[in-house]
C-alpha cells in the first residue's frame, strides 16, 4: 500500500527524536491531503454527519477541532504526557486543572505563586470551598509539615516567580506519590525544551502559553499535558463542561511560535547568564536572582531538573523610587507585564503580576518594591546591558 504523505515525509518515529528536531517534526506538520507546509486552520464549529450511524471524528468544535488537536498533540509530545488541552489562557488551563478538586479539599502551593493563581485561589476557589497553603516549595520539610488528612496534591512553580526559587520536582512528586496526592507543575518559565516534569515523576503539567511557547506577545493561550490518558480524560472532560477552549486562529499561531522555541530559549539564555553576572557584579544592586548564578542557593536541583537556566532575571534596585527611575528610563525592553517574548519586556512585579497580593505578603515573599524582573529577549545582549546601565545610572 502506498505510503501516506505524512508517513513518507516522517519516517522516524518523532517520538524518539531529540527535542530540537520534535519541535519541527511533530507529526501534525505536513496536512496529511495537501502536503500542505503548515497545519491547516479548520475554521468550523461544526462537522456534518455524512452517515447518522458513523458519526464524524470530530462533532462540534467545543468537544474537538483537528486544528486544536493538532497543538495539543504537540505540546503533549514535547512535554512527554499522554495527553495535551489547549485554553484561551494559562489561567483557563489552572482554572480547568483546579476543578479537580472539590469543597472541602485542600492544596499544598508554592508560596509565590505567580499573581494570577494566588488569586484564583485565595478570592476564588477559597469561596468554593477548596483550600490552599502557601509553603516555601524549595523546603521539602516546610512542604511535608503542610500536609492535612484532606490534603489532594501539590502545585510547584519551579523556578517561581519572580524571585525564582527552586523546587525539587522529582523529589516532591515521589512524596506526592506515597501519599497519594496529585503532583502539578506549572512549567511557564521552562518549556519543554528545558524541564519536562512529567518525566521527573508530575501528574499534570501546566503552562502559559502566551509567554515563551507562543513567543512573540501576540497570542493569549494556556496549556495542559497529563501525564496517564485516565487524567487526561478527566481534563477533557472539565475542559469541554467548562468551555474553556483555545480558538483555532490562536492554536495556529501559537503552533508557529513553537517551531522557534528552541532558537530562541537558547539565545535568551546566554544572554540572560552574561546579564545576572553583570548585574551581580554591580555595587549598586542589592540582589540578583537567576538559577544559572553560582550564587543561586539551589542552583543544583535546578541543573539536575533542567538542562538550562531559563531567560528571567529577577533583580532588586534598592528602592521602589529607583525602580520607577530606570522604568522610565530604559529604551529597548517593553515595560510591561508578561514575559517570554522575541522582545525583552521589565516588568515591576510590586504594580504588575504581584499587585493581586496583599502588600505584607509580598514582602514576606522577597517582592520588594525595588524589585524589577527581566525578560530577556533576542536583542543584541551589549545593547541590552548598555540600556539597563544608562537606566541604572540616572538619578
Ligand atoms: C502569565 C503566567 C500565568 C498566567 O497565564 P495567562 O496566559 O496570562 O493567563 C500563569 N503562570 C505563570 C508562571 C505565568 O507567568
Not at 107 to 114: P, Q
Not at 153 to 170: G, H, R
Not at 297 to 307: G, W
Amino acid at each position: 500500500m502506498a505510503k501516506s504523505i505524512q508517513e513518507a515525509l516522517d519516517p522516524l518515529n518523532v517520538r524518539n527524536t531529540k527535542l530540537d528536531t520534535k519541535l519541527l517534526h511533530f507529526g501534525a506538520e505536513v496536512d496529511q491531503a495537501t502536503g500542505a507546509s503548515s497545519v491547516p486552520l479548520y475554521q468550523a464549529s461544526t462537522f456534518h454527519h455524512a452517515d447518522i450511524f458513523n458519526p464524524p471524528q470530530y462533532d462540534y468544535s467545543r468537544s474537538g477541532n483537528p486544528t486544536r488537536q493538532a497543538l495539543e498533540d504537540y505540546i503533549a509530545l514535547l512535554e512527554g504526557g499522554a495527553a495535551g488541552y489547549a485554553f484561551p489562557s494559562g489561567m483557563a488551563a489552572i482554572s480547568t486543572a483546579f476543578m479537580l478538586f472539590s469543597a472541602g479539599d485542600h492544596l499544598i502551593v508554592t508560596e509565590d505563586v505567580y499573581g494570577g493563581t494566588y488569586r484564583l485561589l485565595t478570592g476564588i476557589l477559597g469561596r468554593l470551598g477548596i483550600e490552599a497553603s502557601f509553603v516555601d516549595m524549595s523546603r521539602p520539610d516546610v512542604v511535608k509539615a503542610a500536609l492535612r488528612p484532606n490534603t489532594k496534591a501539590v502545585y510547584m512553580e519551579t523556578p517561581s516567580n519572580p524571585t525564582l526559587k527552586i523546587t525539587d520536582i522529582a523529589g516532591i512528586s515521589a512524596w506526592c506519590k506515597q501519599q497519594g496526592l496529585l503532583s502539578i507543575v506549572d512549567n511557564t518559565f521552562m518549556t519543554p525544551y528545558y524541564q519536562r516534569p512529567i518525566e521527573l515523576g508530575a501528574d499534570i503539567v501546566l503552562h502559559s502559553a502566551t509567554k515563551f511557547l507562543g513567543g512573540h506577545s501576540d497570542v493569549l493561550a494556556g496549556l495542559a499535558v497529563t501525564a496517564t490518558k485516565e487524567l487526561g480524560s478527566e481534563l477533557k472532560y472539565l475542559q469541554n463542561g467548562l468551555g474553556s477552549v483555545l480558538g483555532v486562529q490562536d492554536c495556529w499561531l501559537l503552533m508557529r511560535g513553537m517551531k522557534t522555541l528552541g532558537a530562541r530559549m537558547t539565545h535568551s539564555e546566554i544572554s540572560s547568564r552574561r546579564i545576572a553576572e553583570w548585574l551581580e557584579g554591580r555595587s549598586d544592586i542589592q540582589a540578583v536572582y537567576y538559577p544559572g548564578l553560582s550564587s543561586h542557593p539551589d542552583r543544583e536541583i535546578h541543573a539536575k531538573q533542567a538542562t538550562g537556566y531559563g531567560a528571567v532575571v529577577s533583580f532588586d534596585v534598592g528602592s521602589g523610587e529607583r525602580a520607577k527611575k530606570v522604568l522610565n528610563q530604559v529604551k529597548l525592553p517593553l515595560v510591561a507585564v508578561s514575559l517570554g517574548a522575541v522582545e525583552s519586556i521589565l516588568s515591576y512585579p510590586a504594580m504588575m503580576s504581584h499587585a493581586a497580593m496583599p502588600a505584607e505578603v509580598r514582602a514576606e515573599r522577597g517582592i520588594t518594591d525595588g524589585l524589577l524582573r527581566f525578560s530577556v529577549g533576542l536583542e543584541d545582549v551589549e545593547d541590552l546591558m548598555a540600556d539597563l546601565d544608562q537606566a541604572l545610572d540616572q538619578e
